[in-house]
């Protein structure tokens, strides 16, 4: 008798100390996602980045002062996900095959009460169509559609890679994915490893054998959303801020 | 039978299909098909649609050479990412090696010959002939030696041996590499050495000193963050990190020490004082020094408590520092590209008294790549930009074909005769030099042309990898070997019938295959193989074509007769104490997050890390540490104006405590700009005090807020 597997909940764990605010892993979602270049009237408050690096400083004068780079995206909330919550369009969907919660810009009419009710700041409003320096729509990828004005976007864990590598693991006869076979570009492109992830599903993946990990807290955990972007840090200021006071700190970064 | 409606009945129905509808499907179905059909108009661009496969290339914006695996769409590279288990970059790439494929199509692509009056940005198109055709008008009226300089940006390609063959060729010509500017001091303390490739031994030191450079943020290769911080967490090296702002690097660092900027060449001295003072030097590496004596008379007058004020540093970790750099088996000391000559030579003056030439973790002096490209074969025509006399040249040849290593415009400028002098540049982007007539020829961009790239400089051995053409070049551009034999036609040079790219690259494979010197690293297997295992000069062209790379045998020791000499570097500037009056004043420094690729054109995509975030900072940001702030009533977001002597501009200022009080630091880098434009750069070096070496010396300033 065929039993049945538990379903994967695919998430990250971002090695705070490890990460050195290069930027690769937003330029790489930006490309892997097709996110188009800003309208020169842009701004950090109205352009698209479904990946942003904020800098946290722990408040003291030069030269004690130190900071630490946290990169935000989308936190795959697992309860009470806001965004599905108050979407009226059916346009963010919780998928419970993934644990993705997936944006579906074609639902989507651009009321953006999604864009209120995430506390983190990780969603996005297309304020311009976007365009591609002439040629440069060559370079597409063919996986992700492109998004036109008037939608909110955001992070869905390059959903488009998850599907490839499904597709792959059915015509070899599998129903497993590794996690090795499926990455985000954000944590493939990282050059120093800060971003692991993988199944928290699987007790013995390294994500999951890292989120328990004692370095390890989850942004603004007292809203109770279950996030499944976990980060770790060896500094007792980076948990202090990061559980509770993040959202000030984000908040001029965020396009909500 | 007749059925008649009444009016009621036709109304009844009409609100009954209308209510009835409400509790169908029909007008979600309606809502949704409206916001798709309004998310489909021509005008949004559609990803290509084809085969997606795979293909190896070797990245060269600048000269790590990291491993690239491309997702293609026909020969289309559509995403990029690093070859995992590459000997140079491990699986990593920058920001900029991730958009390397957008370069083909950015919007400053120059498309055919160019010309530029001076001071006009107005652009006259002219035909490749014509342009060669003024060059070689401009040589041969050229008639004082050394007059026409060819400036390289990326030496050690075949395209380098054939521009200093020409150089060779000309008396009025002289050929100057851009070679790593932290390291190429040490030529110059090594007089009656030939002149070898230059690398540092990171992996094998024990203890970094850094005078501010960006080794967790783009120094070396984009792998060598990660194999810092697992050295770090592995506690068995040591980084002590010296700059004036708290940067990514100086917080990853074991130790930060934040001296003033412009303090780099005291505090060096400062630390050899303490070495000599000591008698911590090597006594094996003073008996290389030919010049000890003169050296330590010089050095004496730098002590810890001398240089302390200058420096922002206090004596003991002067000396604390020194007795650790002294201590180690195998530290090196390692400066950013920014800094001044005399600061080069002061750290690399450390890493000769402490014998960290030559010396596993040190500063590796390479063995030539064999074939005709290499290094050593025409020592006597390479000259250093430093050693150009100010306002000598009539023309410069500007190499721009690769991006990279570029010298600052204003430092062209010194050089160039006042009047009737002109810039010939090979770039792929438009590129104007107001100041001087300069004519533009298109360059092929990466992927488009073979090119062959020598490897990074934080490793010991000498490498070399090959970069493909996937894509045609767009008609009337040329590579760097093409634009060097044009050159040489245009001026009769015997090297101008050397060959095409492909002959001449596949020369030097050969000639690497024969040597039977270092390892393959091939893509395919994932792993290194001895080059004497290696069937047949095809196989490492296979190899190095599918992104894969070529390392040397790590080469000996310094040879037993080598000797240095200290003091000529500080002979022509002399270095003194600041006054008091002089430490206490508020300077402005220019600085670029990313040097490497400050003034080379980046994909728009990249504005992700400053208009949209701020990441790294816009263009004509000023950092300003609170306390100065506090001192002009400016918060973050005013604007303020900077006046030096050389002029005023206005810049935005930021306040943050990651800077020095007393020190405003104003971005360089690619901003966005009102315009969205990716390549405007910032004019804050107009109004900087350069030194000889092309970089920018602390200036005071005057600062004032600019009320709206």
Redesign the interface.
């Known amino acids: 008798m065929e039993t049945k597997q538990t379903p994967p909940r695919y998430g990250m764990v971002i090695d705070v100390d ?1 990460c ?5 892993c ?3 979602c ?3 996602n ?2 188009p ?4 009237k ?3 408050r109205t ?3 479904w990946m ?2 904020a ?1 946290l ?1 722990n408040g ?4 004690e ?3 630490v ?1 946290i990169p935000v995206s989308c936190q795959q909330c697992d309860h009470h996900t806001p965004c599905v919550s108050v979407c009226p ?1 059916n346009a963010v969907e919780y998928d419970t095959e993934s644990g993705i919660v997936a944006q579906i ?5 651009g009321c953006r009460y999604c864009m209120t009710a995430c506390p983190y700041h990780a969603r996005f409003y297309n304020w311009w ?20 004005r ?2 909110v976007e955001k992070c869905n864990f390059c959903h488009g890679r998850l599907q490839l590598a499904r597709a792959k693991a059915a015509a070899e006869g599998r129903r497993e994915i590794a996690d090795s076979e499926y990455q985000p570009a954000c944590g ?2 990282c ?3 800060a971003i692991r992830f993988g199944n928290l599903a699987d007790p013995a993946s390294e994500v999951s054998v890292l989120a328990k990990d004692k370095r390890s807290f989850r942004m603004l955990e007292e809203l109770g959303t279950e996030p499944k972007v976990y980060f770790m840090s060896e500094q007792a200021w980076v948990h202090t801020i990061m559980k509770k006071n993040i959202s000030t700190e984000l908040k ?2 965020g396009n909500g | 039978m007749s059925i008649t409606l009444t009016r009621r009945e036709v109304l009844q129905f009409v609100g009954g299909a209308a209510l009835g509808a409400l509790f169908s499907p029909i007008p979600w179905k309606v809502l949704d098909d409206t916001a798709e059909w309004t998310q489909n108009w021509p005008w949004i661009p559609k990803a290509p649609t084809g085969n997606v496969s795979y293909m190896g290339a070797t990245c060269t914006l600048c000269q790590s050479a990291c491993g690239m695996r491309a997702r293609t769409i026909g020969r289309q590279p559509i995403s990029l990412a690093g070859i995992t288990g590459h000997p140079f970059n491990n699986g990593a790439l920058c920001t900029m090696g991730i958009l390397a494929h957008h370069l083909r199509y950015h919007p400053q692509r120059l498309k055919q010959p160019v010309k530029y009056a001076p001071g006009s940005a107005h652009a006259a198109q002219l035909s490749s002939t014509n342009a060669l055709d003024e060059i070689s008008r401009h040589i041969a009226s050229s008639a004082a030696a050394g007059s026409v300089a060819v400036i390289d940006s990326r030496p050690g390609r075949t395209a380098s041996s054939l521009l200093r063959s020409i150089c060779s060729s000309h008396e009025a010509m002289r050929y100057i590499p851009v070679s790593a500017p932290s390291l190429d001091v040490l030529h110059a303390m090594m007089p009656s050495a030939p002149l070898a490739p230059l690398g540092c031994d990171i992996d094998g030191a024990s203890l970094i000193l850094n005078f501010g450079a960006p080794l967790f943020d783009n120094w070396g290769t984009p792998s060598r963050a990660a194999a810092l911080l697992d050295r770090r967490g592995a506690k068995d090296q040591t980084i002590i990190h010296v700059e004036g702002i708290c940067s990514r690097s100086a917080e990853r660092s074991s130790e930060w020490i934040a001296a003033r900027p412009g303090s780099e060449a005291l505090l060096a001295l400062g630390i050899a004082n303490v070495i000599i003072g000591e008698k911590l030097c090597s006594p094996a590496a003073a008996r290389t020094i030919t010049d000890f004596a003169r050296f330590a008379d010089f050095v004496a007058a730098f002590t810890p408590d001398a240089v302390s004020k200058a420096a922002g540093v206090t004596p003991e970790t002067i000396k604390s520092t020194a007795r650790a750099f002294a201590s180690h088996r195998s530290a090196v000391a390692i400066i950013g590209s920014d800094a001044s000559l005399d600061a080069r030579s002061a750290v690399m003056a450390l890493n000769v008294l402490t014998g960290a030439i030559g010396r596993t973790g040190g500063i590796a002096l390479r063995s030539d790549i064999p074939g005709t490209a290499a290094l050593s074969a025409h020592t006597a025509f390479v000259a250093a930009i430093s050693s150009v006399p100010d306002h000598s040249l009539r023309v410069i040849i500007l190499d721009e074909s690769l991006s990279g290593c570029t010298l600052p415009d204003a430092l062209l400028e010194k050089k160039l005769v006042s009047q009737d002098s002109i810039i010939v540049s090979l770039s792929p982007f438009v590129t104007p030099r107001p100041f001087c007539t300069q004519s533009v020829l298109p360059a092929s961009v990466m992927f488009e042309t073979l090119t062959d790239v020598p490897g990074p400089i934080d490793r010991p051995a000498s490498s070399l990898a090959l970069a493909t053409a996937a894509l045609p070049a767009p008609e009337g551009t040329m590579d760097a070997v093409q634009f060097a034999l044009a050159l040489g036609t245009a001026i009769g040079s015997p090297a101008a019938a050397a060959g095409t790219t492909e002959e001449l690259i596949k020369q030097r494979i050969a000639a690497l295959h024969a040597s039977k010197r270092g390892s393959l690293f091939a893509p395919s297997t994932g792993a290194a193989t001895a080059m004497k295992s290696v069937a047949s000069a095809d196989d490492v062209w296979s190899a190095l074509t599918d992104g894969g790379c070529w390392i040397d045998d790590v080469p000996h020791g310094l040879d037993a007769s080598a000797k240095f000499s200290l003091m000529p570097l500080f002979s022509g500037t002399p270095i003194s104490l600041p006054k008091p009056r002089e430490v206490d004043q508020l300077v402005v420094l220019p600085f670029a997050e990313m040097k490497v690729y400050d003034g080379t054109a980046i994909s728009p995509l990249l504005s992700k890390v400053s208009q949209e975030s701020d990441l790294r900072p816009g263009l004509h940001q000023a950092y300003v540490n609170p306390a100065t702030a506090g001192g002009f009533a400016v918060a973050t977001g005013d604007t303020i104006s900077l006046t030096t002597e050389h002029g005023t501009m206005k810049v935005h200022a930021r306040v943050d405590v990651s800077v020095m009080p007393g020190v405003i630091f104003v971005s360089t880098a690619h901003g966005s700009g009102a315009g969205g434009s990716v390549q405007q750069t910032s004019d804050i070096r107009m109004l900087c005090d350069m030194n000889g070496s092309g970089s920018f010396n602390p200036t005071p300033v005057s600062i004032q807020k600019v009320l709206a």
């Open positions: 490890r050195t605010g290069c930027g690769n937003m330029i790489a930006a490309v892997e097709n996110v270049p800003p309208n020169e842009a701004t950090e352009g698209a980045a942003r690096i800098r400083d003291l004068p030069f030269p002062h130190r900071s780079f369009q810009p074609v639902r989507c009419f169509d976007p365009e591609w320096p002439e040629g440069m729509e060559k370079t597409l990828n063919p996986d992700v559609s492109t998004r036109m008037g939608v493939d492109s050059p120093t490893k001029g970064h």
